[in-house]
């Protein structure tokens, strides 16, 4: 029997209202649904913001007051993106960490193209610097992998001392630009990631069950929430609470346990 961390990813830079009028948008919002998933499981939150028309915002302000409003609610692990906004500078995607210091953030370790919106660009100087940041912060990076090439970039600066092990991933497959979400590719890109390494996946839309059931199969962990798809099943829409509450029941149907956040903190090695 293994522990089995859900992250909870509430929100992300896209989906509105009029796709899924569950998607939470104030700090209010965020921290409500956040705490929901804790209650139904999920011992980290993977933290996006919105602006006030609803769009994707590295806006620190909105950070902090959702991290204080999450944190007199309960003590899940804080993991907030450094990608929320496509055209926020190097330095507004790290000003919430230096001022925050949450225990985990995400590390997009490479640049691509998302076919709907533009250039995902994460330039290896701002990958050097956030790396730094991180260390100084005391913040766990989560390494995003779209493609293969993000791997091997992570073994390069795990070389160079940017990245310090042992270090924690997380598979994003069914991106439009990314990787597809096949059972065969989260097989290869678990292959390459040095052993020591933890990980957690996810399939983005219908890839979305699939990808669960076999990162649990495989001892991985996952992630779930609106962020990464919007439906329950064909034709119904989710609430994150919904679909954090159907990964705590297959990871207990399948003999294994939902890992408590200081569970959480102790695999991951987040001090
Ligand atoms: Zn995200």
Not at 212 to 229: Q, Y
Request: net charge negative.
């Amino acid at each position: 029997m293994s522990k089995i961390i859900i992250t909870a990813a509430v929100t992300g830079a896209w989906p509105k209202k009029e796709q899924n009028p569950h998607v939470p948008m104030t700090p209010q919002e965020i921290a409500e649904d956040v705490y929901k998933c804790y209650l139904a499981g999920a011992s980290i939150a993977h933290l996006h913001m919105r602006d006030d028309e609803g769009n994707g915002t590295m806006d620190k302000g909105k950070f902090e007051e959702t991290v204080n409003l999450i944190r007199q609610k309960c003590d899940i692990v804080i993991n907030c993106t450094t990608s929320g906004d496509l055209n926020a500078t190097d330095e507004t995607r790290q000003a919430h960490l230096k001022s925050l210091k949450p225990e985990m953030a995400s590390y997009d370790c490479g640049s691509m193209n998302w076919m709907h919106s533009g250039l995902f660009i994460n330039h290896p100087k701002f990958l050097e610097e956030l790396g730094y940041t991180m260390q100084e912060c005391n913040v766990k990076p989560e390494i995003e992998i779209f493609d293969a090439g993000m791997v091997y970039n992570s073994l390069h600066y795990l070389k160079k001392g940017v990245l310090k092990g042992p270090l924690h991933y997380q598979f994003v497959l069914g991106a439009a630009g990314g990787t597809a979400a096949t059972v065969e590719n989260l097989v290869y890109l678990k292959s390459l990631i040095p052993e020591g390494s933890t990980w957690s996946a996810f399939g983005i839309g219908k890839g979305h069950v699939p990808i669960m059931l076999t990162a649990i199969a495989m001892g991985g962990h996952v992630r779930v929430g609106l962020e990464d798809n919007l439906y329950y099943r064909p034709g119904v829409l989710a609430t994150n609470e919904q679909l954090v509450s159907r990964a705590a029941n297959i990871i207990r149907e399948s003999g294994n346990e939902v890992a408590s956040s200081d569970d959480a903190r102790e695999i991951l090695g987040l001090k």
